[in-house]
């Protein structure tokens, strides 16, 4: 058995930061050709220099996936690198905490957008390459709070649970066509994104749900999506890979 993933390539949205970035670096270790990206010029310059630093390879392409327009370019740029994805894995997010009281229609319409209209809209660009070449992986980063009624992060366990149900509903469209769909669910990980938007005394609140007694770390939540789009998980389709030191228990 080999997770090899030589020959493939692979898109992660928002590697230019924290769980992206530690998928980019594990896929990559893996062999395969990593498309890294994001709206950062030089943070996502920076993780390819240190993907091919490290003997892989990979190539940046600039995306901004607030709009639908962006995510359409994102899926031209991206398949023309290599000629085709074979891989996919939208983790681009983005977590606005805030109540329902709290919750602006700019809070909203930021996390439809990046949550879950980009992760959509990529996907329909991309799967019916996928579908006829008839093999293919995607995974889909949820988060525990997609499937937890946590307080005080309404709109974004809302456009998590949604991606949940999106995996469940592609698996339902294309599992016969040899694509497979997956979710990888962290609990509270250590990141750039989850320390700017948490002060001390919440991240103190998660650790203290958490019974591993920490925090996820980012390689560790790469590991899950290294598994799943491998062909070690061939026969896994839907699965929803919670990876969280056992918060959501
Ligand atoms: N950290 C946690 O505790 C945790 C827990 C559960 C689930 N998650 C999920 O894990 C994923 C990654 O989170 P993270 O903690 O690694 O966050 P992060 O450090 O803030 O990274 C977020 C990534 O998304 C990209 N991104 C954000 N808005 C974008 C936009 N409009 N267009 C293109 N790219 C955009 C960012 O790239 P640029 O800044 O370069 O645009 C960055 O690479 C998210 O889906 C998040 O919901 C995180």
Redesign the pocket.
């Known amino acids: 058995m080999t997770n090899s993933l030589q020959g493939q390539t692979a898109l992660v949205?928002?590697?230019?930061?924290?769980?992206?970035?530690a998928i980019a670096l594990r896929l990559a270790g893996l062999g395969a050709h990593v498309i890294v990206?994001?709206?950062?010029d030089a943070?996502?310059g920076d993780v390819v220099e240190r993907i091919r630093a490290e003997g892989g390879s990979a190539d940046f392409v600039h995306?901004?996936?607030?709009t639908g327009a962006?995510a359409a370019r994102l899926a031209d740029a991206a398949a023309a690198v290599t000629g085709q994805i074979d891989i996919l894995v939208n983790?681009?997010?983005?977590?606005p905490f805030a109540s329902t009281a709290d919750t602006t229609e700019d809070i909203v319409d930021q996390v439809l957008a990046?949550?879950i209209k980009?992760p959509l809209l990529l996907t329909s660009a991309l799967i019916p390459t996928m579908a006829a070449r008839g093999t293919g992986s995607v995974v889909n980063?949820?988060?525990?709070?997609g499937s937890m009624a946590l307080t005080g992060a309404t709109a974004?366990s809302a456009s998590?649970a949604a991606i949940h149900q999106l995996t469940r509903v592609w698996v339902a469209e294309y599992a016969t066509s040899g694509v497979r769909f997956n979710t990888v669910?962290?609990?509270?990980?250590?990141?750039?994104?989850?320390q700017?938007n948490t002060d001390e005394a919440l991240r103190a609140a998660l650790v203290s749900l958490t019974p591993a007694g920490r925090?996820?770390r980012?390689d560790e939540i790469a590991d899950a999506v290294a598994f799943l789009v491998g062909d070690d998980a061939r026969y896994i389709h839907g699965a929803l890979l919670t990876v969280d030191g056992g918060s959501g228990v």
Do not use: C, H, Q, W
């Not at 990206?37 to 950062?40: C, L, P, T």
């Open positions: 949205t928002g590697s230019t930061s924290g769980i992206g970035r990206s994001g709206r950062d943070r996502g995306a901004d996936l607030s962006g983790n681009a997010g983005v977590f990046v949550n980009a980063v949820g988060s525990v709070a974004y998590k669910a962290p609990g509270y990980t250590e990141t750039e994104g989850s700017a925090g996820g980012p």
